[in-house]
């Protein structure tokens, strides 16, 4: 599955592919290969990129359209 908001996420933050493969510890061919659906994201390195850009994993999956879901200071956990 292709993922068009990994690479928009990486070049609105003015990254490389070789930057963010750096990041999640694996070759930038590994990398280009998330970006162009060739391989499965594992759970680990969609939390790290979510954090990496302060987003959600159901953004960069395209779940939502609200990149920033969490970010209500209205809202509270009980």
């Known amino acids: 599955m292709k993922f068009k908001r990994l690479k928009d996420l990486r070049e609105d933050n003015d990254k490389y592919q070789k930057d963010i493969a750096h990041l999640l510890g694996i070759s930038q061919q590994y990398y280009s290969d998330y970006e162009s659906g060739k391989r499965t994201i594992p759970i680990q390195?969609?939390?790290t990129l979510a954090k990496y850009y302060n987003t959600s994993i159901d953004?960069?999956?395209g779940l939502t359209g609200l990149s920033n879901?969490?970010?209500n200071k209205n809202k509270h956990i009980s």
């Open 45 to 47: 390195h969609l939390i």
């Open 59 to 61: 953004y960069i999956v």
């Open 69 to 71: 879901p969490y970010n």
